[in-house]
């Protein structure tokens, strides 16, 4: 992806390189690299790989992708479930939320239950619409790395992480509401 921004040590910083690929939908052929699937397919994908595993063959190209990729990722549309990932979070490296609109805010609830709820400790990557604005709040919500869209300058993306220098409620990031942490 284009305009990746990392946090480093809390530090926005742009990504030199990005090893992921997104796949909205499974093409015909499979590309190389780290794939994020939709969270519909990788489930499918988890559930023909145990029944290969059981010795029910199926054969197909989704569960021959689990197999060769230990690690995937998985994208999550907005009206996703995140309870779906409870058991399997150690079997994921990336989750990335789509944001189709910069007015759809479900993403950031999304991001909140999965760092706050269920622990999810690894790349929490916001993806779709993501905008300048909308960064320094993707943050509070546990956002740590940001597809911003293509048509925008990412210099200027990252200005947008330092939007708010303090908060009064609780985030992702800071647990203690302000009057706390006098």
């Not at 199926?58 to 907005?78: F, H, T």
């Not at 805010?105 to 706050?116: F, I, V």
């Amino acid at each position: 992806m284009k305009n990746l921004i990392r946090l480093h040590e809390g530090v926005a910083q742009l990504a030199p390189e990005d090893s992921w690929e997104l796949l909205r939908e499974m093409p015909e052929e499979l590309p190389e690299g780290n794939l994020i699937l939709p969270l519909e397919t990788w489930l499918t994908c988890r559930s023909e790989l145990a029944r290969e595993q059981l010795g029910v063959a199926s054969g197909s190209r989704a569960s021959s992708l689990l197999q060769e990729r230990k690690a995937p990722g998985v994208w999550l549309a907005p009206d996703a479930d995140v309870e779906v990932l409870r058991e399997h979070l150690h079997e994921l490296s990336l989750i990335a939320i789509d944001f189709p609109s910069f007015r759809d805010g479900r993403g950031y609830s999304l991001a909140y239950l999965l760092r706050q709820r269920l622990g999810w400790r690894g790349e929490l990557r916001a993806v779709g619409d993501v905008l300048r604005d909308q960064l320094a709040h993707m943050r509070q919500c546990g956002f740590d790395s940001f597809a911003v869209r293509e048509d925008k300058p990412v210099e200027d993306a990252i200005k947008g992480l330092a939007g708010l220098s303090v908060l009064y409620g609780r985030s992702a990031i800071e647990p203690r509401p302000l009057f706390r942490r006098r």
